[in-house]
């Protein structure tokens, strides 16, 4: 059995700002609310999340014997997007302006093992960033750490939405697990569904993929239609509005400051960048994902 106290400080020494621990489920809900979301053709072009669906629903299948899951999350926040207007051309998410952020939690979550392990040699787990089919979210819910905004995010009552989840599943039983937070904190704010500039936040707390500017600009790769308003890469708007990140504190974990400032890189720039410049200045972060002439599409798009 593992001590909660121990997960917790370890979870803090590796950079994390909030843990909580859950118990493996079924999730038939999550499964049926996600296949009437495909079925009702929101899903666009994000094709991974129609694959391995039984998989998401029983997460024993992606750890056989699991019998926790531990949930991790890092804040990103940061000023880089402060200073967007509605008519500022460039406009970057704010996540895509820090390093990849993948390969860093991973190596923070298997050091948190590899100290587990030092304290309880029986310990084996698995650990997951973004990359595998698992509801994070629900298991964050799960894990108290927040709850599911109205933009689908998940919504930490004291770090907002600017953060980043990684999940350890491991074999061993913990002697606590944590319950959802009780109150959905969106109360009757309803201010990321009005400033959706799309009008892409269903009312079931889902996201319409064919009209969101922030799946537009990555993941689909023809954009016929719709208006990126002035976003190049990802779009912040319905997290700049939550008032919970106007109260969470900037980031502390010196590995997610940002590398950039997109307010320094005007239109013309990008415009006329090589594909060395790109890669020399931009290569370590998720823009490399969609590349230099992607960026420019959607900038001639605006
Ligand atoms: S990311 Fe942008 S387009 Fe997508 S739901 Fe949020 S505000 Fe709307
Ligand atoms: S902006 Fe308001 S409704 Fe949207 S997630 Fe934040 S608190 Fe919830």
């Known amino acids: 059995m593992i001590r909660y106290s121990d997960i917790v400080n370890i979870s803090q020494s590796e950079g994390f700002d909030a843990c909580g621990v859950a118990r493996p489920q079924q999730l038939t809900s999550n499964t049926r609310r996600l296949k009437e979301w495909i079925d009702a053709g929101n899903v666009a072009s994000l094709d991974y999340m129609c694959r391995n669906i039984d998989k998401r629903e029983d997460i024993t299948q992606m750890?056989?014997?699991?019998?926790?899951?531990?949930?991790?999350?890092?804040?990103?926040?940061?000023?880089?997007?402060?200073?967007?207007?509605?008519?500022?051309?460039?406009?970057?998410?704010?996540?895509?302006?820090?390093?990849?952020?993948?390969?860093?939690?991973?190596k923070m979550?298997?050091?948190?093992?590899?100290?587990?392990?030092?304290?309880?040699?029986?310990?084996?787990g698995r650990a997951f960033v973004d990359s595998?089919?698992?509801f994070e979210k629900q298991y964050a819910v799960n894990a108290g750490l927040g709850w599911i905004?109205?933009?689908?995010?998940?919504?930490?009552?004291?770090?907002?939405t600017y953060i980043l989840l990684g999940e350890l599943v491991i074999n061993c039983q913990v002697d606590r697990y944590d319950k959802p937070i009780e109150e959905v904190g969106c109360a009757e704010c309803r201010r990321c569904v009005e400033v959706c500039p799309n009008g892409a936040i269903n009312a079931n707390r889902t996201i319409d993929a064919r009209r969101c500017i922030?799946?537009?600009?990555?993941?689909?790769r023809n954009v016929e239609g719709i208006d990126l308003?002035?976003?190049?890469?990802?779009?912040?708007?319905?997290?700049?509005?939550?008032?919970?990140?106007?109260?969470?504190?900037?980031?502390?974990?010196?590995?997610?400051?940002?590398?950039f400032s997109p307010n320094a890189i005007s239109p013309e720039q990008w415009?006329?960048?090589?594909?060395?410049?790109?890669?020399?200045?931009?290569g370590l972060t998720p823009l490399r994902r969609s590349g230099l002439q992607r960026i420019q599409y959607n900038l001639n798009k605006e």
């Open 271 to 282: 415009l006329t960048m090589s594909e060395e410049e790109f890669t020399s200045r931009f």
């Open 149 to 160: 905004g109205r933009q689908s995010l998940l919504v930490s009552p004291t770090l907002g």
């Open 132 to 134: 595998a089919p698992i």
């Open 63 to 106: 750890v056989e014997g699991a019998k926790s899951v531990i949930v991790c999350a890092v804040s990103y926040k940061s000023d880089v997007n402060s200073h967007y207007t509605s008519s500022t051309r460039g406009k970057i998410a704010s996540y895509a302006c820090n390093g990849d952020y993948h390969k860093t939690i991973k």
């Open 229 to 259: 308003h002035g976003w190049i890469f990802g779009c912040d708007e319905c997290q700049i509005c939550c008032p919970y990140n106007q109260k969470a504190p900037n980031h502390k974990n010196p590995n997610f400051n940002p590398l």
């Open 214 to 220: 922030s799946c537009q600009t990555i993941e689909q």
């Open 109 to 124: 979550l298997l050091r948190m093992l590899s100290s587990l392990k030092e304290l309880y040699p029986d310990v084996e």
